[in-house]
């Protein structure tokens, strides 16, 4: 949990342009040179980014974390793939990830987004409010443990039929 004086200091906005290489810098911190071999690099290479629904955790102008969400197809629906969600590794574990993740569903349901997924790890993120799909369900591209696929529903029923393969909108 973030401590008072420690909040007061912290604050959270959309993501910026001048954003861009720090965020690189987390991301490389955070998953290492093998991230862009990855199902969701793989992604995020076919479709842009939305800064309008991305934000950073900035702690005396520095950026300290951040959270992306690509919109994307599913099949034909339309959804949002949530990641990378990163934070400098000497302040994990304050909540500013969660809060992060908290921004970024906020912002995608007020935007009339429906459903986000993400490939992630469950103890991290079913707390969250994010669920598995059912495997084989959602087509990446490339190589994913289907076990890691979740998704969260920013409307009720909105993951049900959530069927096909991953591409740009």
């Known amino acids: 949990m973030l401590s008072r004086p420690f909040v007061a200091e912290l604050q959270f906005g959309l993501e910026l342009p001048a954003h861009a290489a720090a965020i690189e810098s987390i991301a490389a911190e955070a998953f290492g040179p093998g991230r862009h071999a990855r199902a969701a690099a793989r992604v995020r290479e076919m479709a842009p980014h939305a800064p309008d629904l991305s934000f950073v955790a900035c702690l005396n102008g520095e950026v300290i974390g951040s959270v992306r969400q690509t919109p994307v197809r599913i099949g034909d629906r339309p959804a949002l793939m949530l990641g990378p969600l990163a934070v400098r590794p000497q302040?994990?574990?304050?909540?500013?990830?969660?809060?992060?993740?908290?921004?970024?569903?906020?912002?995608?349901?007020?935007?009339?987004?429906?459903?986000?997924?993400?490939?992630?790890?469950?103890?991290?993120?079913?707390?969250?409010?994010?669920?598995?799909?059912?495997?084989?369900?959602?087509?990446m591209p490339g190589p994913v443990d289907p076990a890691r696929i979740l998704a969260l529903p920013l409307v009720p029923g909105a993951q049900a039929g959530l069927t096909g393969?991953?591409?740009?909108?």
């Not at 569903?105 to 059912?134: K, M, N, T």
């Open 91 to 139: 302040f994990k574990s304050l909540g500013i990830g969660r809060a992060l993740m908290k921004m970024a569903a906020e912002a995608a349901a007020a935007a009339g987004e429906e459903v986000i997924f993400l490939v992630g790890d469950r103890a991290y993120y079913v707390p969250l409010g994010y669920a598995p799909v059912p495997p084989g369900s959602i087509d």
């Open 165 to 169: 393969r991953v591409a740009a909108r």
